[in-house]
T-cell receptor, first 115, second 112 residues
């Protein structure tokens, strides 16, 4: 299957700072990328849909001004957590889609800890 | 999207078949059933999907009841590496825009 990478794999930051997470599709072009968040022992929760060259679509309850998403190319989407707080500590996972749901390839995740 | 119900956990002996059930009684005619799994602290991995016919690939088999209200994922010879959370997801196939809504899944523990 296709490969999606994320960078960094883990990050610790201080409360009030911003953190950028990169999601790259390494061997395919992803018109659509998704961002998920997963708290410990919970399921993945979809945060937003990222489409190349257009504004991201956020799920209900996700603050678009806090979680900035940029999908500047067909192989790169970034998620910036602005003014991070301890409650933003979570496992953030992205995915890139090739043709449909059966070809949604997930990155390895980024573990964010805000102190 | 139709809601799914899965048992929270299951155990399976290594080498035996693991049968993971999923109820989706409100599934509509054009919704597909997808199975993904998530090994601890990794991103999910696609396993298989189907509409109404049974499906098989190199990873697993998917058995769908005639009324489509439930399905079973079968791992024919489970190994320790199959220990993971398995998610049954029902959604429309709208191409690249199709969203996956993850429920709580079934935590499969494969033991020696």
């Amino acid at each position: 299957g296709a490969v999606v990478s994320q960078h960094p794999s883990w990050v610790i930051c201080k409360s009030g700072t911003s953190v950028k997470i990169e999601c790259r599709s390494l061997d395919f072009q992803a018109t659509t990328m998704f961002w998920y968040r997963q708290f410990p022992k919970q399921s993945l929760m979809l945060m937003a849909t990222s489409n190349e060259g257009s504004k991201a679509t956020y799920e209900q309850g996700v603050e678009k001004d806090k979680f900035l998403i940029n999908h500047a190319s067909l192989t790169l989407s970034t998620l910036t957590v602005t003014s991070a707080h301890p409650e933003d500590s979570s496992f953030y996972i992205c995915s890139g889609v090739l043709r449909g749901p059966w070809e949604q390839y997930f990155g390895p995740g980024t573990r964010l800890t805000v102190t | 999207d139709a809601k799914t119900t899965q048992p929270p956990s299951m155990d399976c002996a290594e080498g035996r078949a693991a049968n993971l059930p999923c109820n989706h009684s409100t599934i509509s005619g054009n919704e597909y059933g997808y199975w993904y799994r998530q090994i601890h602290s990794q991103g999910p991995q696609y396993i298989i999907h189907g509409l109404k016919n049974n499906e098989t690939n190199e990873m697993a088999s998917l058995i769908i009841t005639e009324d489509r209200k439930s399905s079973t994922l079968i791992l024919p010879h489970a190994t320790l590496r199959d220990t993971a959370v398995y998610y049954c997801i029902v959604t429309l196939n709208t191409g690249t825009a199709s969203k996956l809504t993850f429920g709580t899944g079934t935590r499969l523990q494969v033991t020696l």
